[in-house]
């Protein structure tokens, strides 16, 4: 969601001469061409460098990649830099904390036949490195489960042992698709990727998505990555994974990116 922007107060303007608007206009038509052409310099003005809080609390973190993230990432220097008021920022100087990137989640494959283009390079580089990586699906209702994870198991191929069980990304449902249906499918996935790969999948939503469409088939036998932002906790209490900023900034990754806390074992 965006932010509320402040009301601007009204500049009080009194007998404007044709020079005057000339000058205006001209000044206007020159912020919009610059808007268009220098949009990463405007970015930065607007605090580029700094994102969203991290909530309270020991946990791990990690990010999660598609095509969509452009830029180097720096693999081997993934760090997660907060100030005092527990903000991300990406500047060593103004930080007060400094925690390692422990996991990624990477973007294999969409429905029956889109892969994510970058996913191989993502893919072999992460695995250069001690991260845990793990791949997602994005899962779409109106596909057969079963041809989706066949999507995703010929362009993953065989995964390692420390590396995290696949994720079904369920957020989105099609026009006259029941609940029933969704559900059907994706545990046509699920069972066929833990049959692959015997290991149970991880499930991926939204707080609200979850409690309106995902049935106990699957959110009491699987374990959950719930994303809510915003919150000191999301409003959902069975999660091993939340997600709970798309707006966060982390050493070693342009722009902004997703991130998630995991909580540690006991």
């Known amino acids: 969601m965006g932010k509320t922007r402040k009301r601007r107060r009204k500049a009080k303007i009194v007998r404007l001469g044709t020079e005057t608007i000339i000058i205006f206009v001209s000044a206007f038509v020159t912020a919009f061409v610059m808007a268009l052409v220098f949009p990463p310099l405007l970015r930065n003005v607007a605090g580029e460098d700094t994102g969203a809080k991290v909530p309270e609390g020991d946990f791990l973190f990690g990010i999660d990649i598609s095509h969509h993230n452009s830029g180097r990432i720096v693999w081997d220097s993934l760090r997660v830099m907060t100030d005092n008021r527990r903000r991300t920022v ?3 100087e103004e930080a007060s904390e400094i925690k390692p990137v422990n996991f990624v989640f990477i973007k294999a494959t969409e429905g029956a036949l889109m ?25 779409l209702s109106s596909k057969d489960g079963d041809i989706q994870a066949a999507n ?16 079904l990304d369920i957020e989105t449902i099609h026009k006259g698709c029941s609940k029933e249906l969704l559900n059907e499918r994706a545990l046509q ?16 939503s939204g707080a609200s998505f979850a409690k309106d469409y995902l049935l106990p088939a699957i959110t009491d ?15 959902y209490d069975k999660w091993t994974y939340w997600q709970f900023t798309d707006r966060a900034v982390v050493f070693g990754v342009p722009g902004r990116v997703d991130l998630s806390v995991r909580k540690k074992a006991k």
């Open 90 to 92: 990406r500047s060593i």
């Open 115 to 139: 892969r994510d283009p970058d996913f191989k390079t993502n893919w072999k580089d992460a695995g250069k490195t001690g991260l845990r990586r793990g791949a997602y699906h994005f899962f």
């Open 152 to 167: 995703f198991i010929k362009a993953v191929g065989d995964i390692r042992a420390r590396d995290l069980p696949p994720v």
């Open 189 to 204: 996935w699920l069972r066929e990727i833990e049959k692959r790969y015997g290991r149970k999948p991880v499930v991926y």
């Open 221 to 235: 036998n699987y374990e959950l990555w719930i994303a809510h932002y915003g919150k000191s906790s999301p409003a």
